[in-house]
């Protein structure tokens, strides 16, 4: 039942006009991204300035990392319309009146915008594949910052899912994850120690950037998906099981 | 309003046919709803609802807007949890089981939950899955579907561009894909055009012998044209389940009353009465079988109670709605009274 679901959001995405116009201005980001940064990598060669770790973490830190700061703002346009969308085309009632379970439910929307986010992100990555055909790139360093982006994105994705589970309006969904992960960016860019620090995907992305596959970042994002996709399920549930009082 | 009327025992599984009260065939009941109540806030959308429906029952839920018959049919439909009561499919208590009395209901909201972006087929291949159909009778249940609602033309057309009527179709076939035992309709024939609304009346009435149908509507033609059961709600109350032959038999006589000091009384209990209801302090309206207003005025008499006014109604349900409507219509013209104050 999920992959049916998670087929089915994948479909509904890539007949969205909205998901297309997002994916090619992605692409294009992605690409103007790259050649800046393979060439100031050229001109510092150039100037016989040889960038510390070579080319691929100058990749990561002039590409991949700015790429998660796209997706802050990506994930939430491409997920708000999880379940408010439902809400507010009246097809809300209807779902839940189906032999579904909230979980399937959930996780089937979430499966669904992870695959069409990760395809947009492995489109942006022929860049890196072109490139490791005339130089040598350190594929494992690549990989672990890749594997950090997609956790990254999940988190975003359960966190604009969660929020589109409690509003009727897509766009308040969208705006409320967007401003909760710029927050949570800010408090990790600032470097302050505290609560925020550790509650920041962006801060715990930082070791995935190093090239370092610390089981303590990955054991944060998938608590912290799990957590906000529960949250999700609860609210689903709450409407079939409880009172309603609006 | 205040209900008095015909009621199914509702802890029987077995019952004779609702139009008919006669013991010649028992048949299970598909869907028994008990005092369902919803509370949104401080007011009640629902109150106290109680009934049983049959295999082979149309229930017409009949009222005014805003009277809680989309309310109900999302409860009915396993799509809200009430605030109090249950609703059975069956032998499954809806909202303690999530899947298997899920399964036994169609429902189809009144503004059609389709995705426009999606053609009718494929819809309802995805719909089709979502309901549990075994994967090798899918493609026949869709291809049963789409005849029986007539969609072969638009079967490859997006559903997006297809008109309110096709639409309303598709809603209905999603609806009807895995042969429920329960199906519910809330208006079904909301923004159609008389034509449209002839084909989806033909249709509703052709599904109705199948499995037991819950149909709400604000048109009282609607519902006596197509049900054999009828249901009456005015701001969450039942005000009247009674089977729809019972009242619109052609020897019953149905009267307006105005009685003084009826406080304590119940026109029900009177012989000859199949069914009384109180429009509001003082006013009933009440039908029977060769009713007489002379008898009914001794029968009263022997109660101790006096009519001022008994005035012959031509429908008793008729009768009944036009009351709700003329008290709303006085409410909100006094709602507008006052704000314009």
Redesign the interface.
Known sequence: MITQITLHELKLLVRSPFAWLAAGLLQLIFGWLFLSAVERYIQQQAMSVVPAGGLSNHLIVNFLAPVSIVFIVATPLLCMHLIAGDKQANRFNFLLSLPVTASQLVLGKFLGAMVFQCVVLAIGAVLLTILSFSTKLDTAHLLTAATGLVLFISTGSALTLFYSSLSNRSVLAAFLSFATLVMLWMAAATSANGLLQFLSPSAHLHSFMQGLLDTRDIAYFLALTSILLTLGIWRLDAQRTRSRSV | MQGVGWTESSSDWIAPPANTRSARAPRTAALMAQDIS????VQKALDGITFTLYQGDTLGLLGLNGAGKSTLL?VL????????GTVQIGEHEL?EN???P??K?G?A?D?P???P??KVNEFLH?IA????IDRRAIKNSVDQVIERCALGDVRNRIIGNLSTGFQQRVNIAQALIHSPKVLILDEPSNGLDPVQLMEIRELVATLASDQATVFSSHLLSEVNSICNQVILIDKGRQILDAPLKLLSDERNNSYALRLLDDANFNLQDLPGVTHACKTKAGHWLVTGNALAPDHLQAMLKSRDLQATQITASENYLESLFKQLATTAQTNSSHLTKDATR
């Open positions: 919803v509370i949104y806030g999302k439909s396993g799509a809200m949890a009430p605030a109090r909202y999530t899947v298997a899920r399964m209901i429902y909201p503004k939950a389709v995705y972006e999606f995805f899955r979502m309901r549990r």
